[in-house]
């Protein structure tokens, strides 16, 4: 059995803005930023609650509500579109590395997190050793049908509308409980509380594929991301296409792919044995 590292959240201050961590295993000398996606509702824990009990024993495991998500701050009055708020998450994300001394650590991005990461790659190579993108946003597609009903949640939130998205999320709601709508009840309250409301209501106004265009990174400066990375992805992803894993395969250069069948967009959630232990290997063994 898999022991289990005890997870501690506080509050720090980076830059101008509050930020909500959720850390495991501190004092581990290889430290992993783990960087959440875009739901309603999301936030670091919603999206490494398993993660993070599971590598702890091994890593400095790092999570993070991004500003405008969670308990971190939200701003008043809030960036207007995806193109805005990026620059806002590149320096917390370096920020958060700073205050806690930390001169370089892994990546671990999801979906929109994904992007943010390759962002940080190009940025500040220099503080990243390897990182690990799933289902990830970043290059050109089509926005899916999907992807454009998450980021919409808000022209009309309802509870029966989130269970809808969390049906999105998952391939096989047993994976996860079964009883979707109860995780939305769970999540119903975080997801309309009026800050977070205002923030993503900003994040992502209609038309929505300008936000998707907003979060790509040329192809030239994927092409000089020296760090190794690997792609995971479920291939029944309703939100984030695995085309968008296959465009980052062709592109990358020290690059590898796995994809989980009868798997959607939750692979953290519905793999999570297997995609910790992917994580695990790919930055223990794997060299």
Same mark, same amino acid.
């Given at each position: 059995?898999?022991?289990?590292?005890?997870?501690?959240?506080?509050?720090?201050?980076?830059?101008?803005?509050?930020?909500?961590?959720?850390?495991?295993?501190?004092?581990?000398?290889?430290?992993?930023?783990?960087?959440?996606?875009?739901?309603?509702?999301?936030?670091?824990?919603?999206?490494?609650?398993?993660?993070?009990?599971?590598?702890?024993?091994?890593? %400095?495991?790092? =999570?993070?509500?991004?500003?405008?998500? @969670?308990?971190?701050?939200? *701003?008043?009055? +809030?960036?207007?579109? $995806? !193109?805005?708020?990026?620059?806002?998450?590149?320096?917390?994300?370096?920020?958060?590395?700073?205050?806690?001394?930390?001169?370089?650590?892994?990546?671990?991005?999801?979906?929109?997190?994904?992007?943010?990461?390759?962002?940080?790659?190009?940025?500040?190579?220099?503080?990243?050793?390897?990182?690990?993108?799933?289902?990830?946003?970043?290059?050109?597609?089509?926005?899916?049908?999907?992807?454009?009903?998450?980021?919409?949640?808000?022209?009309?939130?309802?509870?029966?509308?989130?269970?809808?998205?969390?049906?999105?999320?998952?391939?096989?709601?047993?994976?996860?409980?079964? %009883?979707?709508? =109860?995780?939305?009840?769970?999540?119903? @309250?975080?997801?309309?509380? *009026?800050?977070? +409301?205002?923030?993503? $209501? !900003?994040?992502?106004?209609?038309?929505?594929?300008?936000?998707?265009?907003?979060?790509?990174?040329?192809?030239?400066?994927?092409?000089?991301?020296?760090?190794?990375?690997?792609?995971?992805?479920?291939?029944?992803?309703?939100?984030?296409?695995?085309?968008?894993?296959?465009?980052?395969?062709?592109?990358?250069?020290?690059?590898?792919?796995?994809?989980?069948?009868?798997?959607?967009?939750?692979?953290?959630?519905?793999?999570?044995?297997?995609?910790?232990?992917?994580?695990?290997?790919?930055?223990?063994?794997?060299?």
């Amino acid at each position: 059995m898999t022991t289990q590292t005890p997870v501690t959240e506080h509050d720090l201050t980076v830059g101008s803005y509050r930020t909500h961590i959720y850390r495991s295993g501190a004092g581990n000398r290889e430290a992993v930023l783990f960087i959440h996606g875009s739901g309603p509702g999301a936030n670091g824990w919603a999206n490494w609650q398993y993660a993070l009990p599971a590598l702890g024993d091994t890593f %400095d495991c790092i =999570a993070f509500d991004l500003v405008g998500f @969670g308990r971190s701050a939200h *701003p008043d009055p +809030a960036p207007q579109g $995806a !193109a805005a708020w990026l620059p806002l998450w590149i320096e917390q994300s370096l920020g958060l590395l700073d205050a806690l001394n930390i001169s370089h650590a892994h990546l671990v991005g999801n979906s929109l997190g994904g992007a943010l990461a390759l962002h940080l790659l190009t940025h500040a190579p220099q503080r990243f050793d390897r990182a690990i993108l799933m289902g990830p946003i970043g290059v050109p597609f089509p926005i899916t049908e999907g992807l454009d009903g998450v980021w919409g949640f808000y022209d009309d939130p309802t509870l029966e509308r989130l269970t809808q998205i969390f049906r999105w999320f998952v391939f096989d709601p047993q994976h996860v409980g079964g %009883d979707l709508e =109860a995780i939305a009840r769970q999540r119903y @309250g975080a997801a309309t509380a *009026p800050e977070a +409301a205002r923030s993503f $209501a !900003a994040m992502f106004p209609p038309p929505r594929q300008q936000h998707v265009d907003a979060l790509v990174v040329p192809e030239d400066a994927i092409a000089h991301i020296e760090q190794p990375v690997l792609l995971v992805h479920g291939r029944d992803d309703v939100i984030v296409p695995l085309d968008t894993s296959l465009t980052l395969l062709r592109q990358l250069p020290r690059v590898q792919l796995h994809v989980f069948g009868q798997c959607s967009h939750w692979v953290q959630i519905e793999q999570r044995d297997a995609f910790n232990a992917l994580v695990r290997w790919f930055l223990t063994v794997e060299r």
